[in-house]
């Protein structure tokens, strides 16, 4: 199906088009292979960590993205100049541009992604239901493409029934998305979410979907070569997120056994094989409380997450990618990879958690780095780093790995603890919180959980520990006050417990 050219092609020379932590990830893959590397950087990322790593760097324009890092012709220009034959476009940014891919195939240049016609496929989220439905993957209930306002209330009405979801087609992130209880709000709704789609995509073309509720959000890793070999590298749990934000990843889920992922691993290569689908991607699916699953999207590019896969399968998926895009095999053979020990990640954020999560700017004038045992950091910052307010506000992923869930868990506490930011705001103190709560510890979460029942500086999910409460009290005060002293300054978290302490939790829940 993949109309590439299944012959070695060579790569010598990889043009990064992204920034930040993820072209750092890049880079490192290129050097462990041999393959010269160039940066491409806005005026705010004149002294990036991506662009001191890079054998090259080329500049490419103002700040926003609009006028550097999504400047497409730019950024090929940039290629040919610097003579790289091919381009990762990391996440984000143009990694998810049909044209984009398309535009290097035109060029001549190898792009390490999947073919164009795959990208437009599964960014269309109606066509992407179409085509995978078609290779018998089970969708969410929901109505056909190309139904106009009149159609489509009918259908929602006589069919989906309530409650349901209105999407948009062009959709992604949560965008003209609305949930619809009562068939007296379809109307009011449908009109809002058209208009909220039309202005964020510039297309109104929205769909309806029966709303499964208290569901969690797993993703399966996909991998497929040239050579027709397609196989998934197990699953991630990704429900730890906050208005369609993740904050925490693991691999595997602890809600997964062997038999589902058997049944949900099919699931997802008969959904890739469907589009013809070649290099790294990421089947997006909703695992309800009796363990039905459906298909949700595909994210056609590497994510960010990707790292705890490679830990729990021991693959570097970005050189596979790679490998793929040179038209050999990939290197994991067989359909299935079982999963070894746990791995978790904690994004860590440019962001206040006492504050609603309010993005922090400003120059990081410390910065302690955990290292030891099972410890992973991707990061694109550095002491002296000026955090702008150009882009996302993530600043490192910190992956934690160990044999089970609970080492993994006790090595990302040890990690956070030594995790010294200063200058900036940050999330690490939500990270300290979340790994002491009892819902968290139990694997007892939905998408929702964190937005309705999560709270800083408390432990109120947690029915053994009220003597606890006193101390989170004290410990937020302590916080307060400290805030007002160095606004600038994230206290750490006093009130964190002992490992033995944690450990006895852990054991009780585990019964
Ligand atoms: C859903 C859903 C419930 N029912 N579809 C959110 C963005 C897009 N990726 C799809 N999303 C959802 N689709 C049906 N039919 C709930 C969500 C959803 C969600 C999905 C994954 C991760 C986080 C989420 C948070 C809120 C809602």
């Known amino acids: 199906m993949a109309n590439y050219e299944p012959t070695p092609t060579k790569i010598n020379k990889v043009l990064i088009a992204n920034r930040g932590e993820i072209a750092v990830r890049v880079i490192r893959a290129c050097r462990d292979l041999g393959i010269e590397t160039v940066a491409v950087y806005s005026d705010a990322d004149r002294a990036a960590l991506h662009v001191r790593f890079a054998d090259e760097a080329v500049y490419i324009g103002a700040p926003p993205p609009r006028e550097s890092y999504l400047k497409a012709e730019t950024i090929i220009q940039a290629a040919k100049k610097t003579g790289a034959d091919a381009i990762h476009p990391g996440y984000g940014f143009l990694s998810e541009r049909e044209y984009f891919s398309q535009m290097c195939q035109d060029e001549g240049i190898i792009f390490i992604g999947p073919p164009p016609h795959a990208i437009a496929t599964m960014g269309d989220k109606q066509s992407a239901r179409e085509a995978v439905k078609k290779n018998g993957v089970p969708v969410v209930p929901g109505t056909e493409p190309g139904l106009g306002d009149e159609e489509l209330t009918h259908a929602a009405v006589n069919e989906v029934g309530f409650p349901l979801l209105i999407k948009a087609t062009a959709g992604g992130g ?105 290099n790294a991607g990421t089947i997006e699916c909703l695992v309800d409380k009796d363990k039905n699953f459906y298909f949700l999207e595909m994210n056609t590019r590497l994510q960010v997450e990707h790292p705890v896969t490679e830990l729990v399968h021991g693959l570097d998926l970005v050189k596979e990618q790679i490998r793929i895009a040179r038209g050999r095999r990939m290197g994991p053979t067989g359909s299935f990879l079982e999963p070894k020990g746990w791995a978790i990640e904690c994004r860590i954020n440019a962001e206040d958690p006492y504050n609603n999560f309010m993005p922090s700017i400003g ?113 937020t005060l302590h916080a307060h006050r400290s805030r007002q002293l160095a606004s600038q300054v994230v206290t750490r978290n006093e009130r964190d417990t002992s490992n033995w302490k944690w450990m006895s939790r852990w054991e009780r829940m585990q019964r």
């Open 174 to 278: 949560g965008k003209g998305m609305r949930v619809v209880r009562r068939a007296e709000d379809f109307g009011e709704a449908l009109a809002s979410a058209r208009r909220e789609a039309e202005n964020a995509f510039g297309d109104g073309t929205v769909y309806v979907e029966k709303l499964i509720e208290g569901a969690r959000h797993i993703e399966f890793q996909i991998l497929a070569d040239m050579h027709g070999n397609t196989i998934h590298c197990g699953e991630r749990e990704c429900s730890i997120q906050r208005r369609h934000q993740k904050l925490v990843e693991e691999a595997p889920s602890p809600f997964m056994d062997p038999e589902l992922r058997r049944r949900m691993g099919e699931m997802a290569v008969k959904a890739a094989e469907s589009v013809g689908y070649v």
């Open 363 to 475: 120059q990081i004038h410390t910065i302690l780095v955990p290292t030891g045992p099972g410890v992973r950091v991707d990061s694109g910052v550095y002491r002296g780093y000026e955090i702008t307010p150009y882009y996302d506000s993530m600043i490192a992923k910190l992956i934690c790995f160990g044999e089970d869930r609970a080492e993994a868990m006790l090595r990302m506490r040890r990690a956070l603890s030594e995790y010294t930011i200063m200058g900036v705001k940050h999330n690490i103190p939500f990270h300290q919180n979340l790994l002491n709560s009892f819902s968290f510890m139990a694997g007892k979460f939905d998408t929702k959980w964190v937005e309705e029942h999560f709270k800083m500086g408390t432990y109120e999910d947690d029915p053994n520990e009220a003597e606890l409460e006193t101390a989170a009290i004290a410990a």
